[in-house]
């Protein structure tokens, strides 16, 4: 049963995944960089939004390219905070693991878990992080190879999966007044923001600024706590 | 810089973001009250903050407001349900409709 439900929440995320990694290898082909270096990148870098902004702007040269992948992944340095006291205990190769698997969906998925009382340690953000790597490395190398032949109308459903499966592991993390407020916050801190600022410094600006005021409210319970 | 250049300083920096923090707050650091309390709060503002941008980014590219209405019937979904697949199905097939006769 339990693993019958790991596989229903990885699958949305997994398929996605392989299909973007499909988009990103096809889309490399129309910019200068190399089929190798698509690979490397997917292998390497495992960050799609890095990714993807870094085949809009390679015709702009290196120093865009990096800017745009600091600002992109700058939201992981919360993340991988957020983690940092359950990973205390983990030994240093671990860590790097860990660490190295940080992304949206393995987050998401590990957290909105937590959040129901399942993980004791972090088998399923092992397991999550590897099924994701594989499905984008691989998903980038049949995009490399034979990305032309999706058909426009897949792709265009295929980016509104993602937000959707984020909405519903959001609801499932919201379980009190504190996360809720805080979330109520942050996306009207959103909307005001957008107008002024980048979608991606806005991540981590309205982050920041949700989470600092929900100092103030009541203690939230841990995640996995009844 | 050459190709694999670029790539290796993308990599290296996704990298250190991701690593650096565990490797910060570890047992030997005595964390502040208020910074443990905030890492209980950062969880879902996180989340929440990545489910905005990207339903700002998806729907940025539209030409009318309809996806919207998909977006809320999943969130419906998934608020009275708290189910992954089903909330997602409802939201995706709600798409679908609405593409088919709007």
């Given at each position: 049963m339990e693993k019958n439900s790991k596989i229903a929440k990885v699958l949305p995320f997994a398929t996605t995944i392989f299909l973007l990694g499909v988009v990103f290898g096809a889309s490399?082909?129309?910019?200068?960089?190399?089929d190798k270096g698509a690979i490397l990148m997917s292998a390497l870098v495992f960050s799609g939004a890095s990714q993807f902004a870094a085949l809009n702007l390679w015709q702009l040269g290196a120093f865009s390219v990096i800017l745009s992948t600091a600002l992109l992944s700058s939201r992981f340095i919360l993340m991988s905070a957020s983690l940092s006291l359950e990973a205390q205990k983990l030994p240093l190769h671990q860590k790097v693991l860990l660490a190295f698997g940080i992304i949206d969906e393995s987050y998401g998925l590990y957290i909105s878990e937590s959040y129901e009382g399942?993980?004791?340690?972090f088998s399923s953000f092992f397991l999550f992080s590897f099924v994701f790597y594989l499905c984008w490395l691989s998903g980038t190398l049949i995009g490399v190879l034979?990305?032309?032949?999706?058909p426009l109308a897949v792709q265009a459903y295929l980016e509104h999966v993602f937000p959707m499966v984020f909405l519903v592991l959001t609801i499932m993390t919201l379980d009190s007044l504190t996360s809720i407020t805080t979330a109520v916050v942050t996306v009207i801190l959103f909307l005001i923001g957008i107008k002024f600022f980048s979608p991606s410094w806005l991540v981590l600006i309205v982050t920041v600024l949700s989470s600092l005021i929900g100092l103030f409210l009541p203690q939230p319970k841990k995640r996995g706590e009844k | 810089m050459t190709e694999t250049g670029i790539i290796l300083v993308m990599a290296l920096i996704t990298f250190a973001f991701r690593f650096l923090p565990l490797l910060l707050f570890n047992q030997s650091f005595t964390m502040p009250k208020w910074v443990e309390r905030w890492f209980v709060i950062l969880p879902p503002v996180i989340l929440t903050a990545v489910t905005i941008q990207a339903i700002v980014t998806a729907t940025?590219?539209?030409?009318?407001?309809?996806?919207y209405l998909a977006y809320l019937a999943c969130l419906g979904t998934a608020i009275k349900t708290k189910r992954l697949f089903l909330s997602l199905g409802v939201g995706l097939f709600t798409l679908v409709i609405l593409n088919v006769f709007a």
């Open positions: 490399s082909k129309v910019t200068s960089i190399s399942k993980n004791k340690d034979w990305g032309s032949k999706i | 940025s590219t539209e030409t009318t407001k309809l996806p």
